[in-house]
Structure formats: structure tokens, C-alpha cells
Nanobody
């Protein structure tokens, strides 16, 4: 079992920054890749970014490349998502996920085995 707890969402203006944090716990969390997905109202959940606990395997959706940065704090078992130059279209509930690295469904949401509760990010224009 893997337990994920997100924090850091909020309401900001376009062009501002936010940092999301996801604390992971459980016996086997380090065997997963960690990722962020988001779901806007009326839309399907979509992939944002993922990273392996060792660091070298990092991926971003095209829509966030150059603006978002994912990182790992191994001392705190935490995954961070630094979001810069936010746009209104980034408004969504952001979910932390533990992704099965062997899944053929990556980067679809169905590749994740565990989810956090979600944190709301709202970007006003």
C-alpha cells in the first residue's frame, strides 16, 4: 500500500508561480515512478509530469514543458512540482500518483496504482 498526500494548491493570477508537494509513504513507494496528473472541469484526467525516485527519468506533457519542473526530495520522500508562468488553462485539480513503471498504459491515468486526494489550482486571468 502507498499513501500519498498533496499540498500547495491555491488561487493565483496568470504569470504567477505555485509549488505542489506530494508526501509518499508505505512499504513499496520507492518501486513506483511518481507523477502528477490534472483534471479540469468537464475534461478527462491528463498526464502532467513524472519522475523516477532515482531522478534520471523525467517526462513532461508538451503543454507544461519549459514552465513546470518536477523534482524529488529523497530525504523527505516528497515529490515537488514547481509551476511557473501559470496560465488560466492550467486551472484544474492536480493529483499525485504512484505509477507502475512496468505499465504499458503510461502516461494514461490507468497506469497509476495509487492516487492522492487532489489539490485545486486556480489561475485567474
Amino acid at each position: 500500500q502507498v499513501h500519498l498526500v498533496e499540498s500547495g494548491g491555491g488561487l493565483v493570477q496568470a504569470g504567477d508561480s505555485l509549488r505542489l508537494s506530494c508526501a509518499a509513504s508505505g512499504r513499496t513507494f520507492s518501486s513506483y515512478y511518481m507523477g502528477w496528473f490534472r483534471q479540469a472541469p468537464g475534461k478527462e484526467r491528463e498526464f502532467v509530469s513524472s519522475v523516477s525516485w532515482s531522478g534520471p527519468r523525467i517526462y513532461y506533457a508538451d503543454s507544461v514543458k519549459g514552465r513546470f519542473t518536477i523534482s524529488i526530495d529523497n530525504t523527505k520522500n516528497t515529490v515537488l512540482l514547481q509551476m511557473n508562468s501559470l496560465k488560466p488553462e492550467d486551472t484544474a485539480v492536480y493529483y499525485c500518483a504512484a505509477i507502475n513503471p512496468a505499465s504499458a498504459r503510461w502516461p494514461r491515468p490507468s497506469s497509476a496504482d495509487y492516487w492522492g486526494q487532489g489539490t485545486q489550482v486556480t489561475v485567474s486571468s
